[in-house]
């Protein structure tokens, strides 16, 4: 009986250790994000890596592991670029960066974040592809990455996003044509609005298919 007790403190001890390592290297990852970052406004002045752990961190939420599960720097003022490091937060759910001065890249490492439920990037001044890793996001439901000025291709893989509800890209630099596998998740999907307006793409999405609600692009232009 002491035997199974002693192992049953130990691993009880253990657990908890490993939850402590787990918010502080989300700390530490958030921590290294602050740094990567210009804060005129001092909004991540609470974002203090000697603290216990980033749950007590302003625009930081936790779950009751004390894994991150939310960061919210709306409007921030913040400026300066994603480190690939996000893509550590193995429990975030919502990462809502949207009306800020973010440069660079959209991180490929970002596609390792599977539990994400919304991606708000948008109203940046992101630059680069768009990740085709994202499409190994299966939870997300609101990909929102407008007006940026993103460059190339839609991934024909986000087609596997079946539980994406909004698909925003407008007011970016795409080119080439909305992929049929994006378009399909209209009618076998849960997409309800997909918009790619003001991007130099060809073509454009019709269905007749009652399930889809709005398909926002550029009217085809005729001559003669």
Known sequence: ????????????????????????????????????????NNVLRSWDPTLFNPCTWLHVTCNSDNS????????????????????????LQYLELFTNNISGSIPTTLGNLTSLVTLDLYDN???????????????????RLYRNKLSGGIPARLGRLMKL??????????????????????????LA????????LAGTGQSSEPRMAVVIQDALKTTG
Request: zero cysteines; proline letters at 3%; glycine letters at 8%.
């Open 125 to 143: 001044l992101l630059t680069g592809a768009i990740p085709a890793s994202l499409a190994n996001i299966r939870t997300l439901r609101f990909l």
């Open 1 to 40: 009986m002491a035997t199974q007790s002693g192992a049953a403190l130990l691993l009880a001890g253990l657990l908890a250790l490993a939850t402590i390592a787990s918010s502080n290297t989300e700390g530490d990852i958030l921590y290294m994000q602050r740094q990567a970052w210009r804060d005129p």
């Open 165 to 190: 509800v909004k698909l925003n890209l407008e007011d970016n630099m795409l080119t080439g044509t909305v992929p049929l596998e994006v378009l399909s998740l209209l009618l076998v999907g849960d």
């Open 68 to 91: 991150v599960t939310r960061v919210d720097l709306v409007d921030a003022g913040i400026s300066g670029t994603l480190i690939p490091e996000l893509g550590g937060l193995k429990n």
């Open 193 to 200: 609005e997909l918009n790619v307006a003001n991007n130099n």
